[in-house]
């Protein structure tokens, strides 16, 4: 699967990229995930945006790394949601974003957290080993 963080290069190019994945993710689920879905996509912009050729260019892996560690004390080479709000300090329409999901109650930040999953689910190692295997 190709990598989506290189196509981003502008914040607006990483929305676009993040409510592409999200819409894909919510395909036949019921309106109760699309909230979700919704609030979702700046949070995600923001992980593709630090990502991409215009930040880190870490890529893909970088960010299903970061979206799967929220809150937790990581050094500043490690994806993170921590680490995300620090490399976009010249953006802050996705920092803030990303740092006010940060600051929500934990089960509200763990829905957006499955969120985020469910929309990287293709570049999962552990999704992408099962469905080779057939599982």
């Known amino acids: 699967m190709d990598d989506p963080t ?3 290069g502008s914040p607006s190019e ?3 990229a993040a409510q592409a994945l999200l819409d894909s993710a919510s395909a ?9 879905a919704t609030v979702a996509v700046a949070p995600l ?3 593709l945006y630090a990502a991409s050729p215009v930040g880190n260019s870490q ?15 990581t050094d500043a080479d490690t994806p993170s949601w921590r680490n995300t709000i620090a490399a ?9 974003s990303l740092e006010r999901v940060l600051g929500w109650d934990t089960r509200q930040r763990d829905s957006i957290a499955i969120t985020l999953r469910d929309a990287l689910l293709p570049w999962l190692p552990t999704e992408s080993a099962r469905r080779a295997s057939g599982e």
Do not use: C, E, F, K
Not at 29 to 36: A, G, L, N, S
């Open 88 to 96: 976009l300090d010249d953006q802050p329409l996705l920092s803030n």
């Open 45 to 47: 912009a923001a992980m």
């Open 14 to 16: 990483a929305m676009t």
């Open 59 to 73: 890529g893909i892996s970088w960010v299903v790394q970061a979206a799967t560690t929220i809150d937790v004390a």
């Open 6 to 8: 290189i196509l981003v």
């Open 28 to 36: 036949g689920r019921d309106h109760h995930y699309d909230v979700w």
